[in-house]
């Protein structure tokens, strides 16, 4: 199964930015549409989006819309999520997740193993 790691996380200001990177140890994760969540405390994972093996086809969750964007280097297995204009309400740990089928991920589905974003006031 492939094995997903997620790096970039950090402590940032609010308005501040961070960018995300999802690197898997499969290309066949290149075939694959690959998202993120995020689980914030005490609240249930959410998705946050995704971005089929083109990069063609991209979904944002709408509380992330205008200020996330998703994209991919299938060259080097990657997946990155660039946060900007960063709101409290973002922090959580965030995962990325493969294949998704629409915003699921599917049951024999792989998962990183988070990295923390906080976002101060």
């Known amino acids: 199964q492939v094995q997903l790691v997620e790096s970039g996380g950090g402590l940032v200001q609010a308005g501040g930015s961070l960018r995300l990177s999802c690197a898997a140890s499969?290309?066949?994760?290149?075939?694959?549409?690959v998202g993120w969540f995020r689980q914030a405390p005490g609240k249930e994972r959410e998705f946050v989006a995704s971005?089929?093996?083109?990069?063609?086809?991209?979904y944002y969750a709408d509380s992330v819309k205008g200020r996330f964007t998703i994209s991919r280097d299938n060259a080097n297995n990657t997946v990155y999520l660039q946060m900007i204009n960063l709101k409290p309400d973002d922090t959580g740990v965030y995962f990325c997740?493969?294949?998704?089928?629409?915003?699921?991920?599917?049951?024999?589905?792989?998962w990183g193993q988070g990295t923390q974003v906080t976002v101060s006031s």
């Open positions: 971005i089929n093996w083109t990069g063609g086809r991209r």
């Open positions: 499969q290309p066949t994760f290149t075939a694959s549409t």
């Open positions: 997740a493969a294949p998704l089928q629409g915003t699921v991920v599917v049951r024999s589905g792989a």
